[in-house]
Each structure stands twice: as C-alpha cells, then as structure tokens.
C-alpha cells in the first residue's frame, strides 16, 4: 500500500536499508498515522514532513492535494528535482 508520500515502502528502499524509523509508513488517512508520525519524531528527532502534511491535510496521498507537488517535497528529497518540476510544468503550476 502506498504511504503518505504515494509511494510504496517496497519501492522507496528506505525501510530496507534501515533509514526508515518506522517500517513502514501509511497514508495520512490511516488510523495509525499520527502513531506512526510520533515514532518518526521519537527516533529521527524531528516529524517526517510529508506524513505530517498529509495529517494536516486529510488526505491519504500527496497526490490528492491540490497543493502537489509543494515545497515539502523539495525539502525530504523523496522525488527528483526534476520530476517534481516536470509535474508542476504539466499541471500548469509556477
């Protein structure tokens, strides 16, 4: 299942090299999310921005928000540069 970001765990790589605090992640819609965001907090020191937005926000996945691709993106390096601008270019997005 895709997590907050859209991606799925088994495509990031981050839980499989042990980057990833928490597993896995879930999307922003879960029950488990703010659970999942806190353990973030707990061992990073700091919340993963991306599931905190999505909290915020209501939605399961980034994509679903109107505001997609957003800064936050750019900040946790999740996505290419590139693609997150080729994106913004093709939803007509400044």
Partial sequence: MPSACGLACE???LPEKGLCPIGRCVPGTD??????????????????????????KKVDHCFRCNEF??????KQEIYNHKLLDMIKSMLGKK
């Fill in 11 to 13: 495509v990031c790589g």
């Fill in 69 to 74: 691709p957003c800064e936050i993106h750019y």
């Fill in 31 to 56: 029950p488990k999310a703010s659970e999942k965001l806190e353990k973030f907090k707990a061992v990073v020191g700091c919340p993963c921005l991306i599931l905190e937005c999505a909290i915020n």
